[in-house]
Structure formats: C-alpha cells, structure tokens
C-alpha cells in the first residue's frame, strides 16, 4: 500500500513541479520578450504625408517608419505584412480576413531600447502621421507576470504540501509497523540492539518502498507531462520541436527534475521513518 | 555482579502510576554466584527479573548490574550492558520469521561479531542442544521443548556474564527440565552469574541453592 501512495504523491509533485517550472518560464517570457514591445497603428497608411522637399512620395507609414527606425528609443521596428494582419482579424472575420476590402491601419511591432521614453516617441510619430497611436504592452505583461509568478508559488507550495503528505503517510505506515511488530522490537532491545539499528532496519526497508513509489509516480507522470508540455509549447520562450529533435526537449528542467523523484521519495522515507521509529524507541527504557 | 539497595518499582507514572509492585528490595548477588528466586504467582518475580535485564528502570532505591548504577546511566549506556546479559523467558519470545539457527544467531549480529565467528559459534550451540539437524525450521515447526533449547541457545550464545532464567521449565516435561537446570549449572560453573525465577518449590528442591523469596512485592528470605 506505501509504494502506491507514495506514487500518488510523487505524480501529483511531478505535476506540481511541471506546473511550477511552466510558470516561471511563462514569466520570463513575457518580461523578457514582451515588456519591451510596443503595438504602433498608424491610420490610412498609404496616404501622402505633407509634402518634403527630400521625400516628396512619402506615405504615412513610411513616414513613421523613418522615425521608428532613427530613434534611439527603438531597437526594432517591422511593419506587419497583410498575410499577418490577417491572421490577427481571422477570428473576428473568418475566412475573408485577407480579402476583405477594408480600410485596415498599419500595424507596426516595435522593441524598444532598454531606456526608451515611449511618451516621447509617441509624441513625434503623431507628429508625422496625425492618429498614430503606440500602444505599450507594458501593463498587462506586468499583470501577466504577476499571474505568472502567483502560479509557480501556488505550485511550490503544492509541491511542499505534497511532501508534508507523503512524510505524515510514511509516518502513519511505519506506526502501523511498529505496532504490528512490537514484540519482536522489544526482543532485540532486550537483546542489546540500538536505537540506530533498530531504526536503521525500519528505514531502510521504508526507503526501498518509497524509492519504489517515487519511480512508479514519475513514470506514470512522463506521458502526461508530454502532452501537458505539447500543450503549453506555443507559449513557451523555446517552443518545443517535433520529430528528430524532440530529444532536445529533455534538456527541460522538469525532464532533468523528474529522475530525482525516486530519490527525494527515499529521503523523505528515510527520515521519515528514522524519526518516527527513534521517538517510539524513546518509550523503551 | 548484581546489587539492590531499597529498590521500589510502579508502572506507569505521574497520575497514571500504580500501585508499587515491588518495595524495599535489596540483596546482593556476586559475579559467578546463583539464586534461585521463589515466590507465589503475583509476588513480583517477573518484574523483578525485567529489572535485572534493563527493560525497567527501578522508580527508586539503587540497582547496580555489572557495576553500572542503572538508575543513573544514561540510555544510551544500556544496549552495551544488556549485550551482556542472556535471558531465558517462560514463553521463549522467539522471532517467528526466523529460523531456528538466526533466533540463536541474533545477539551476536546485534553485537556486530563477523558472520564467520556467527556460523561456528551458533553451530556449536545447536549441538549442545541437540538441535544441528533442525536449524532451519522456524519456531511454528519446533516442539515447545525444541523452543525451549532454542531460546536457551540464544540466551547463551554470546556467553553472557548473567543469565536470567523467568520460569524456564515452565513449559517443559521432567525430563526437559532436569537436562536444562543441568545446562544452567553447567555454564554457572564456567563462571557465568544465574539467576533462576520459579514458583515451582519441588525443582528447587530437587536443585538445591541458595534462594531469594518474594511475596507482595517485598523480599522475605535471602539464603
């Protein structure tokens, strides 16, 4: 019975882990990639833009370009194609997001410098194309990322949760063991043995057992962290590869985490039980 | 080897003690001596011979064994001293899942003696007790005579410096009785302190020796 519940506890820790690493990548994805970034729309892009002696065809859109991409504000800036601004109004259109003839604005993805001052730039590009708008992604990442770090603690914490569980059931189980076998104890107390020795030979037979509980838990937990992790892969930093290179997904923390279960599960076996069966000892004189 | 000065014992403790089972007990039993210790059921044998293997501490009064105040030592002290000390119980409290030649050889691996000195020296006692041809049974598949042997190995394997005997023929035909006070004689007079508790006055008589007499709880004859 130990091993099976030992093997609940480690694929919901598995989980919780996979959970947990999940989070803190999500997190670092969004500050990383997208705190930085801002959306700039620039309305009727294809129209002219009063008239300059050096740039007499200028649009709108090229107009805002040429400041996007001369701004030390700006480590990027790409115009999205109409390919792309499609498939951005697919789900409000369907199928005739690309060929509906509306007057769509221009959509530009611009990263900004690390000490960029948005206010600034946002005032010179309606400069140049009037109803230009920027607009920062700044605030939801930040609610994103506070979600995000509120999920990987959630997790942690479930993970501990999970580790108090498993060492009050191997703490009820080796109970249950000395009850059962307390008249042989107090024969080889009687006969000279140790605490140690007697809490050795508990310990080590609930070790073998937990051991065995943390693998059959992991195990069980790989194919469901495989699709879990298929899942999660479009919003993750590196998304995963099919095929020959899907080895490379084992480089994952959790693929690396999750052989340690077994060994954890010993641990918390082994001085679970060592406690346990040195305190019950302790009402031997 | 063993001293008792005022000695008093209660189970349980605080609001949870009992009444005293044992008061005032004193008596002295040098190292190789013998005594038989005689009584009524319920006058205090059994717990008097716990006292003397460690598996009680005395609630007051001294007990020295092997010159060790067992009031005072430390816990950590006793496992050493009860290495010493064989005992011979009425029920033989042998480990059902263990053979015949590993209920003999467990104090000496509990003593940590390498398993080469383990396999001669617990051969040896199955022979002394006649029992080499059934080593491998486990106590369920032994007679309660065979048991008996079997504890009686055990309790003298390690060659202990005092054997405790509660009742050892208790569940013994004559026979068996007399060939195991032969033993016991035997090995008290190798050196080895005996101490023999029994309510049965016919074997003592049949082995004569000097005698502690327990009633109530309290000694009433030393000699």
Redesign the interface.
Known sequence: MLPLLVAAMSFLAALAMAGALAAASLAAHWQDGAASTVTVQVPNPEQPTPRRADAPDETRLDAVLRVLRTSQDVSTARPLSARELGELLRPWLGAAAETASLPLPAVIEVHLAPTADEAALGKALAEVAAGTTAESHGVWVGRLSVLALSLQACSWLALLVVAVVAACVVMVATRAGLASRR??I??????????G?IAGRFAKRITRLTALGGFLGAASAVPVLFVLTDLAAPFMTRPPQHGPSEAAWLAQPIWMLLPLLPVVAGAIGFLTAQATVRRWLQA?? | MIRLENVGLRYGAGTKAGPEILRDISFYVAPGGFRWLQGPSGAGKSSLMRLLQLALRPGRGRLMVMGTDIGAAERRALPELRQRIGMVFQDFRLLGHLSAFDNVALPLRIARRPEGQIRADVGEMLRWVGLTDKADRRPAQLSGGEQQRVAIARAVVGRPSLLLADEPTGNLDDGQAVRLMRLLGELNRLGTTVVVATHNDALVARHPGPSLRLEAGMLVGDG
């Open positions: 008249d042989a107090e024969i080889v107390h009687g006969l000279g043995a140790t605490d020795m031997l004189p």
